[in-house]
Nanobody, 115 residues
Framework: QVQLVESGGGLVQPGGSLRLSCTASGIGFNFYTMAWYRQAPGKQRELVAVVNSDGSTEYVDSVKGRFTISRDNAKNTVNLQMNALKPEDTAVYYC?????????WGQGTQVTVSS
């Protein structure tokens, strides 16, 4: 069964940290580009961070220096370490697995940054 399962969301105060994890099953994980997207209320889904199959990474400007994406191919897992969180980081965060025309999505996990 092909699925992506996210975990690690929650409520955190501004300046705090959270670590999101996404575990994939049913795919050749090593070959996939893995990414985290987010969607805030009333806004379009946006790409946050990408880790390619070769380990190279890309980030949207608004999270550079604060977020770190990593992958563990032995565990079929991609993580997003989020530090120095801001209220504007509040959103549902989605894990994505991409290979050629195939694009898989997780169910999403809520991240709320509020005092």
């Amino acid at each position: 069964q092909v699925q992506l399962v996210e975990s690690g969301g929650g409520l955190v105060q501004p300046g705090g940290s959270l670590r999101l994890s996404c575990t994939a099953s049913g795919i050749g994980f090593n070959f996939y580009t893995m990414a985290w997207y987010r969607q805030a209320p009333g806004k379009q889904r946006e790409l946050v961070a990408v880790v390619n199959s070769d380990g190279s990474t890309e980030y949207v400007d608004s999270v550079k220096g604060r977020f770190t994406i990593s992958r563990d191919n032995a565990k079929n897992t991609v993580n997003l370490q989020m530090n120095a969180l801001k209220p504007e980081d509040t959103a549902v965060y989605y894990c994505s697995a991409q290979l050629r025309a195939r694009n898989l999505w997780g169910q999403g996990t809520q991240v709320t940054v509020s005092s």
